[in-house]
């Protein structure tokens, strides 16, 4: 039996129902994200070593980053 996957929101996820924001999961190999308002849609899956490099690709300028 496989466990199930454990969602976590991001400290940053706001006030009210805190439903603003992108949930992670570590799967070990792995790092997956999705949408905290739609969970049920799209999840983004990153190899663990590539997350670092995915979260720093957000910060950059020339994403508009603040």
Same mark, same amino acid.
């Given at each position: 039996? /496989? ?7 991001? $400290? &940053? ?11 992670? *999961? ?10 905290? !308002? *739609?969970?049920?849609?799209?999840? #983004?899956? &990153?190899? /663990? ?5 995915? #979260?720093? *690709? #957000? !910060? $950059?300028?020339? #994403?508009?980053?603040?």
């Amino acid at each position: 039996m /496989t466990a199930p996957i454990q969602w976590q929101k991001s $400290s &940053f996820s706001g006030g009210g129902e805190g439903n603003d924001c992108v949930e992670i *999961a570590d799967l070990r190999s792995h790092i997956a994200v999705r949408d905290s !308002k *739609a969970p049920n849609r799209a999840t #983004l899956v &990153f190899a /663990t070593s590539r997350f670092a490099t995915f #979260l720093e *690709a #957000l !910060k $950059s300028p020339r #994403l508009g980053a603040r």
